[in-house]
């Protein structure tokens, strides 16, 4: 798994702040994009998947390592062989053992038993801890915008401070989420964040105005947030 901090070239960086400072331009607003690697740990998905392992593991014990009956002279599954069940043990923890361990190392191996409620709930909690943490909340007239968006999870998240969220209805947000979203889903992150933060410009300009004291609160830098 990528991490976000070079998921984008350093031109790319130069060009989505450049996008940032050009949409606050004709506004008091403060758009701040954000990109995380990950949002959750999904602890539950690598135990799935360790599980199957197992299984799979046990399996292919069961065809491919017969056990002989001393009497009959019958090739029957280790399963029922008089010592069979500490091998069958040892062949599902093996699994789980070598499954969990490839579903941390490989992320993408998790994503099928990740459910899409669980998988929102996290975006939406690491999207909230970081308009906290970015001081977001702090804006002057509390017209700050949160671009959050997840690589693993292939979500995006924005959030307006509460100033900015009376005058504007939550639909008002969504071409700038989906703009967002199109580019990731060309793979274009980079186009889809700047096409997301210019709608965002032309919105708050529309509701929040540029003052005549205006001044940049929060800087235009991308914030990248890497896994740990």
Known sequence: MKQASRYFSDEDKKAISAAVA??????????????????????RAEDV??????????????????????????????????????????????????????????????????????????VQRAAWAAFVEFRLR??????????????????????????????TGGDAWRDVRDLVIDGLRRKQAAEGLKAGIRRCGEILSLHCPRKADDRNELGNELRLIDAK
Not at 70 to 84: H, K, M, N, Y
Request: glycine share 10%.
């Open 49 to 122: 998947v360790g599980l199957l392992t197992g299984l799979i593991v046990l399996a292919a014990g069961w065809l491919f390592c017969p056990y002989v009956h001393p009497d009959a002279g019958w090739r029957v599954g280790i399963l029922l062989s008089s010592t069979g069940l500490v091998p069958a043990l040892v062949c599902v923890l093996a699994g789980f053992i070598a499954g969990s361990a490839l579903a941390t190392r490989i992320p993408a191996l998790r994503l099928p038993f990740i459910p899409a409620r669980e998988m929102q709930e996290e």
């Open 22 to 43: 050009e949409a606050e331009t004709s506004t008091s607003g403060e758009i701040v994009p954000v990109v995380a690697t990950v949002c959750g740990r999904y602890d």
């Open 138 to 167: 702090g804006t002057r007239d509390s017209t700050g915008i949160l671009i959050f968006v997840s690589l693993y999870e292939r979500r995006v998240v924005v959030i307006p401070d509460d100033g900015i969220a009376q005058k």
